[in-house]
């Protein structure tokens, strides 16, 4: 697993549940740390 911060970890989620990342594939939240880097996989798939 990856360290992420209690701080980075709440407004990564809050951003999920409001909608911010719906555009993703489920598959970029998969093996990732922060939302940044959900991000950052998404552009490869």
Request: charged content about 30%; hydrophobic content about 40%; proline content about 2%.
């Amino acid at each position: 697993g990856k360290y992420v911060s209690l701080k980075d970890t709440i407004a990564g989620f809050k951003a999920i549940l409001d909608g911010e990342y719906d555009h993703l594939p489920e598959q970029a939240f998969a093996m990732v740390g922060s939302i940044e880097e959900a991000v950052e996989k998404a552009k490869t798939l």
